[in-house]
Each structure stands twice: as structure tokens, then as C-alpha cells.
């Protein structure tokens, strides 16, 4: 029970849009670009959203289970930020997936670090080892 207790706390949810932050970072991994192409900056958050792009007509079929086990990244900047999935979403060679950061991300996003884990769960409690970083 105390394991869960962070998923019924309450979450802070972007309210009082500002403007948006271009940061068109890109890394290529394996098969795969992922890029962090803007940031929203709201009163009370930030809104970060990796996108994940590949070539479709290189991979495997996959069957629906498969597909349902893929894996899932989570954010973390530093100590001071907590970062939370708000989901992920994506078609055939392309994935979005985004994240609540709180408190807000200053407006100079340099020296700053976005480091996606890979997790076998959406809990974030398996890591696999493997993870991006993408400096802001």
C-alpha cells in the first residue's frame, strides 16, 4: 500500500499557459531519433513531450501482444523537478509521450538535462539499463 501512495497524491495539472520554449533537440539510437522539439511553459508546470521516430517498414511484424508489452520511458531532470507521464500515444514509425514537469522549467533551458529511462512497466519500477539523454 505505501508502495502506491505516490499515484493517489494529488497532481498538478498545467493551468495559465505562457508560451512555448523551441528546444529541437534530436538523438539517434539504434533505429531511432528522439527528439524534444518544444516546451509549454504554464503558471504552475511545464509540459515536455518526447517524440520517438523510426523507419516501419524496417521492423518486424509484431503481433498485438507485443504490442501492448512495449516499453515506457520516464523523465527525470534533477532532484528539484518532479517529472510524471501523462501518456503516450503513437502510429506506425512515430511515438509521443508526455510529461507534466513541476515546478515550472525556467525559461533558459540550457545546462538542464532531459534523461529518459526505459521501463519494462508503467510504473517505473523496472528499469532495463537503457536510457537517452537530451540536454535543453
Known amino acids: 500500500m505505501i508502495k502506491s501512495e505516490k499515484y493517489y497524491t494529488s497532481k498538478v495539472e498545467p493551468s495559465g499557459f505562457r508560451h512555448y520554449i523551441p528546444v529541437l533537440k534530436t538523438v539517434a539510437k539504434g533505429e531511432r531519433l528522439y527528439t524534444v522539439s518544444y516546451v509549454r511553459q504554464y503558471d504552475n508546470a511545464s509540459v515536455v513531450q518526447l517524440l520517438i521516430d523510426w523507419d516501419e517498414q524496417q521492423e518486424p511484424q509484431l503481433t498485438i501482444q ?29 511515438e509521443s509521450s508526455t510529461y507534466v514537469v513541476t515546478p515550472p522549467l525556467p525559461d533558459d533551458l540550457s545546462g538542464l538535462h532531459f534523461v529518459f529511462t526505459e521501463y519494462e512497466d508503467a510504473f517505473e519500477e523496472k528499469p532495463t539499463g537503457w536510457a537517452i539523454t537530451i540536454q535543453g
Open 66 to 94: 507485443q504490442k501492448l508489452e512495449r516499453k515506457h520511458f520516464g523523465l527525470y531532470i534533477d532532484a528539484s523537478y518532479e517529472c510524471r507521464s501523462k501518456g503516450t500515444g503513437g502510429s506506425n514509425g512515430h
